[in-house]
């Protein structure tokens, strides 16, 4: 059976979060690991490496389990999977970006917080407003209770249960409540909250007695108030009163009551969560028309739960903290049992999210691989057609929460899954406490070239953020050479899109003491992603990549450029190499050593590693390798390096360039590409020792790089989009950087360690012999839309794959000496852009109007180029 649209569905719904708790503050003395475990004090210290995970069932399931999610949160971070590297990523980034990353890869548009739960430096619930388009609260009722009786009453009598009960309901009901004792409360069920909760089952357990006296009630608090303070509420008589007292008040409203039920920390006693300990209460005829929300898929009593839904109307059922903490199997089995008996229109998707972003993240991310599981499963045995399982995803990650807890909300700000997040700064707020005056809103166009739009800090925080800046259609139909939308693009002025900042990318200008810069994505409106948006194009097709093939392509830039200094020839500026020295020159190293400690620095203060860098074979030329991160994670770093290179050097009274060829006598400028494969973590491009590799890559590796090797013309279009000079006497603009015998690549071939070839495989120290880690692109130019230039490698990796092509034998030598043998890539824009029209696998996965665009931005060019011969020296000023 086909189930794209399932999954399209599944992937897009935007979530409402019916249960999850508050974040911390990123100096919390809650440990981060935490969000990994529900180990506590020594047994937390040794979480994420002790061996004794596998002494018992459970504890290897939270191994599993947190080997899983620190596997993915790493991967959404794009760092090394391991707790310390996380760990710093959080710290260097701050928790404004780490909350709008995890936020909007998380995909909720609404969520409702239990701010019961005791946390060190946990924000209050108005700070999540800056994150969601919309913010319940769901009041825990014994966590009330303790706070009015820990409290004093002012003329120094004692807590007796009236004065209690007249507390504690009236603060349910009132806003703020005050009685004749003073005391006031702010806690309020008619005004802000969207529901109760009871841990009841934490303190006595779900066995409620719906009938309790109060004369048991009046001696279950004398024995509370008896401990001292802080109070504690455990008495099982005081906790029933408690428990039908809201429920009274619950059902006078019509909000529903969250139960937690099944699994939790240490300190509940599994026997006494199964919800069908609560039958005295659902038969009770006074709460046959309340709402019992079951939390927690009721595990490992999901099956009961399932009853209890079926044939009970006031019983619904909520499946977080069983996903995503469950093993992969588990979670499925625990979703399929809950759908046995109870009516899909009950059950409710939540992340039981807490303390830390990543928890709401990794919540929402399980419960969307196990939904569409289960339901894919349920449309293979019939029980579902593909239309009715869409309803029912639909209905369980949104429509059903709605109903239930009457959650009122403008729904034009919640359209898709591309919410985008805000961060904690308030409306209104002035310039930071940092200083920061300017906020630089950065976007790179079709043809390349980086483009700002800048407002002040306060706008920015006051409507940027949310709103975006406006820009015209034009603005991706621009060539190099002109402001103005080229012809055959389909973009005119006429049109505005939204360039939406995306927050996990916002860094402070390192080079500027009063700026930040954030990339953006481009929307029609805030929300709904511009088709033309180089970002989402990347962003589209990574996810036909995971949804296919479970791969994940991780990226590393190398960076080639020029350094010029200006001088002064016939009264006219020219501008020429720094300096003349040869390959790896020490000499020419120091030369440059003052501006590549400047461009190392803001590149560490942007948390861009570098691996290495040195001195290239051309004048002036000097090449920085970055670290590989995931994909759209190293698009966006080679972003920010360009401009920290460029800015740097310009702070040094110099330029530096990424133009291909700023001298045809000399060496091309590229930014070379290497590439791997992962899944689940691990990478899969490299091959293994047991005789099923060849070339030293697996076959998912080969099949990807052969699809790569296959349209490798076509991809030049996308990685090379500038033409260089203009020749005498030749009717076309070469490509002047891939020539033969450059290290460029010229052929369509591949070599190992061969950097003649434009794909080279490679095995870098540490990786064991015959096997290779990854695979370098050398046709890829600094003028290149890195966004738009790896979604083109994706997509005829896809291809590869999806056809298994394989791989020619590799070229050992130099492929000159096959001239006539070898074809030659193409050696023009002309050219490339000639073997883009006639290849067809791009429409679908890149998408045909942006291609209409791109094909119009590059015939544009070769027209411009072609027609004026000096027209390339003005590139230096725009690359």
């Known amino acids: 059976m086909e189930f794209a649209e399932l999954r399209d569905a599944i992937e897009k719904v935007p979530l409402v979060d019916g249960h999850a708790h508050n974040i911390v503050a990123l100096d919390s003395s809650f440990p981060f690991v935490s969000a990994f475990t529900e180990a506590a004090g020594e047994a937390l210290s040794l979480a994420p490496h002790s061996l004794s995970f596998k002494i018992s069932f459970y504890r290897l399931l939270n191994f599993a389990w947190f080997q899983r999610s620190l596997r993915e949160i790493a991967e959404l971070y794009g760092c090394e999977n391991s707790l310390k590297a996380v760990e710093e990523h959080r710290r260097s980034l701050g928790l404004e970006s780490i909350a709008s990353a995890c936020f909007k890869a998380a995909g909720i548009s609404v969520v409702l917080i239990d701010d019961g739960l005791k946390l060190h430096k946990k924000h209050e619930i108005d700070w999540h407003k800056s994150y969601f388009p919309y913010v319940g609260r769901i009041l825990r009722v014994e966590r009330l209770a303790e706070e009015i009786l820990e409290s004093e009453i002012p003329n120094g009598s004692a807590w007796t249960l009236d004065t209690f009960t007249e507390a504690f309901v009236g603060s349910l009901k009132s806003y703020p409540f005050s009685f004749s004792c003073g005391c006031s409360f702010t806690a309020t069920v008619a005004k802000e909250i969207l529901g109760l909760k009871s841990i009841a089952a934490y303190r006595s357990g779900l066995d409620i007695n719906p009938k309790v006296t109060s004369k048991d009630a009046e001696e279950g608090l004398a024995e509370a108030l008896s401990s001292g303070k802080p109070v504690r509420l ?451 491009f490299m091959g293994t020792n047991d005789g099923s590799s060849k070339h030293g890559m697996s076959r998912i590796g080969r099949c990807f790089m052969a699809g790569v090797l296959h349209h490798l013309p076509s991809i030049l279009a996308f990685t090379a989009p500038v033409p260089n000079r203009h020749l005498p006497l030749l009717p076309q603009l070469f490509y002047d950087r891939i020539q033969p015998n450059t290290w460029s690549g010229a052929y369509q071939c591949w070599g190992k360690e061969n950097r003649e070839a434009p794909l080279r495989t490679a095995c870098p120290p540490g990786i064991s012999d015959g096997l290779v880690s990854n695979f370098e692109i050398k046709s890829f130019d600094g003028c290149a839309n890195p966004h738009l230039g790896l979604a083109a490698i994706i997509a005829a990796g896809i291809d590869g794959l999806r056809r298994h092509i394989e791989l020619p034998e590799p070229v050992e030598t130099n492929p000159f000496l096959f001239e006539g043998k070898l074809k030659r890539l193409p050696q023009s824009l002309t050219e490339s852009l000639e073997a883009l029209q006639k290849d067809k696998v791009f429409d679908d996965l890149i998408g045909q109007n942006l291609l209409v665009a791109i094909k119009a931005v590059r015939k544009a060019e070769i027209d411009h180029y072609s027609k004026n011969k000096d027209a390339y020296k003005q590139m230096i000023f725009r690359y």
């Open 234 to 684: 455990a008495n099982k008589n005081i906790i029933d009163y408690i428990f039908v007292r809201s429920l009274e008040v619950a059902l006078s409203f019509d909000l529903p009551v969250q139960i937690h039920t099944g699994f939790g920390d240490k300190d509940l006693d599994l026997r006494l969560a199964n919800p069908l300990h609560l039958r005295a209460v659902l038969e009770d005829e006074r709460f046959s028309q309340s709402r019992l929300v079951i939390l927690h898929a009721s595990y490992p009593f999901s099956k009961e739960a399932s009853y209890l839904a079926s044939v009970y109307p006031q019983v619904y059922l909520d499946f977080g903290l069983a996903v995503p903490k469950l093993s992969v199997h588990g979670m499925q089995s625990s979703v399929k049992e809950l759908l046995e008996l109870a009516p899909i229109k009950k059950v409710m998707f939540s992340t039981d999210g807490y303390a830390f972003p990543e928890t709401y993240y990794l919540g929402a991310k399980k419960a969307r691989e196990c939904v569409l599981s289960v339901l894919q499963d349920a449309c293979r045995d019939g029980d579902l057609t593909v239309a009715e399982a869409v309803e029912a995803a639909r209905d369980i990650f949104s429509q059903n929460a709605i109903q239930l807890y009457k959650i009122n909300f403008n729904s034009d700000a919640i359209q898709s899954r591309e919410v985008v997040p805000t961060n904690s700064l308030k409306l209104g707020d002035k310039v930071p406490a940092t200083g920061v005056s300017f906020v630089r809103v950065i976007w790179v166009d079709a043809s390349g070239q980086h483009r700002c739009r800048v407002v002040p800090a306060k706008r920015f925080n006051d409507i940027v953020k949310n709103n975006g800046v406006g820009l015209t259609f034009a603005c991706m139909g621009m060539a190099s050479y002109i402001d103005a939308p080229a012809d055959g693009s389909n973009l005119t002025g006429t049109g505005e899109i939204r360039l939406m900042p995306e927050l996990s990318t916002k860094r402070k200008i390192p080079w500027l003491e009063k700026e930040e810069m954030v990339l953006a994505d481009m929307h029609l409106k805030p929300g709904q992603p511009w088709e033309y948006c180089p970002r989402e194009a990347l962003r589209r097709i990574s996810k036909v990549l995971k949804h296919e093939f479970n791969l994940v392509v991780n990226a590393g830039f190398e960076n080639e450029f020029v350094v010029l200094k200006s001088v002064s020839r016939d009264g006219k500026e020219e501008w020429v190499p720094l300096e003349s020295t040869a390959y790896c020159s020490t000499t020419g190293f120091d030369g440059a050593s003052p501006i590549l400690h400047d461009v190392v620095a803001a590149l560490d203060s942007l948390n861009i590693p570098v691996e290495q860098l040195h001195k290239e074979a051309g004048k002036g030329q000097l090449e920085i390798a970055l670290a590989h991160t995931t994909c759209s994670n190293a698009a966006d770093n080679l972003i920010y390096a360009r401009e920290v290179i460029r800015s740097v050097a310009r702070k040094h009274g110099l330029m530096a360039t990424f133009v291909p060829k700023y001298a045809l006598d000399d060496i091309g400028s590229g930014s070379h590409v290497h590439l791997s494969l992962s899944q689940n973590g691990e990478n899969v």
